[in-house]
């Protein structure tokens, strides 16, 4: 079955430094893949997404993600993180088909330090 | 990017009464909307898809008959939880579908917060 995978539960990174979250999916062939982010008591926000091309991607807010098929991953990075970044991110896949519904990860809670 | 409306924001209801949340695509016309519910601090699960037109797809676990949802237009989508119980309190968030072919992206409106009390 498909499934994805996001192994960190929560990240502390401080003020300025880089961040990466992890994102490992299962499927036979590549999903179509996306990173969102959720603000408390908010609905989600598309940061960006993957189908095909350039394997990596770059979204909004100045994060990036990459897709590597040999290791299934997805991981999504930021090279300076600011405060206002501190949220939930999910990592969500989709098969390559019309009108189906997205499988999300599990989330990672990001806290930002000053 | 697409914008998807939801509403109520926030809901406070009794045990057994029936509260009804709309999903609205606001710019653009939606032939499937999906339903997910968020528990806290957990991800999301769908909980049925939604063809305008035709009955709902609900997913194993999921009763029909107590989470109602109709898709009169392509533009209005709406889960209405009857005889909502405590434990149906929970983040419900609406998605629609832009594009086509495959290479479809979700827009999510920003939730309903329902307590049941």
């Known amino acids: 079955a498909q499934s994805v995978t996001q192994p960190d539960i929560h990240i502390t990174v401080s003020e300025g430094a880089s961040l990466e979250l992890r994102c490992n999916y299962s499927?036979?062939?590549?999903?179509?893949l996306f990173w969102y982010v959720q603000s408390p008591g908010q609905g989600l926000q598309l940061l960006l997404k993957?189908?095909?091309?350039?394997?990596l991607v770059q979204g909004i807010k100045g994060f990036e993600a990459e897709f590597k098929r040999s290791q299934s991953s997805f991981n999504l990075r930021k090279p300076s993180v600011h405060w206002s970044d501190a949220a939930e991110y999910f990592c969500?896949?989709?098969?390559?088909?019309?009108?189906?519904?997205?499988?999300f990860g599990k989330g990672t809670t990001l806290s930002v330090s000053s | 990017g697409a914008v998807v409306s939801q509403h109520p924001s926030r809901v406070i209801c009794k045990s057994g009464t029936s509260v009804k949340i709309e999903c609205r695509s606001l710019?653009?016309?939606?032939?499937?909307m999906f339903w997910y519910r968020q528990f806290p601090k957990q991800s999301l699960m769908l909980m049925a898809t939604?063809?305008?037109?035709?009955?709902?797809?609900?997913e194993q676990g999921v009763e029909k008959d107590k989470f109602l949802i109709n898709h009169a237009s392509l533009t209005l989508s709406t889960l209405t939880v009857t005889s909502a119980h405590p434990e149906d309190s929970s983040f419900y968030i609406c998605?629609?579908?832009?594009?086509?072919?495959?290479?479809?992206?979700?827009?999510f409106g920003p939730g309903t917060r329902l307590t049941v009390l």
């Open positions: 998605s629609a579908i832009v594009g086509g072919g495959g290479a479809d992206t979700q827009y």
């Open positions: 499927y036979g062939a590549t999903p179509y």
């Open positions: 993957y189908f095909s091309g350039d394997t």
């Open positions: 969500a896949v989709v098969l390559n088909q019309a009108g189906t519904a997205l499988i």
């Open positions: 710019d653009f016309q939606a032939t499937t």
């Open positions: 939604s063809n305008e037109g035709s009955k709902a797809t609900y």
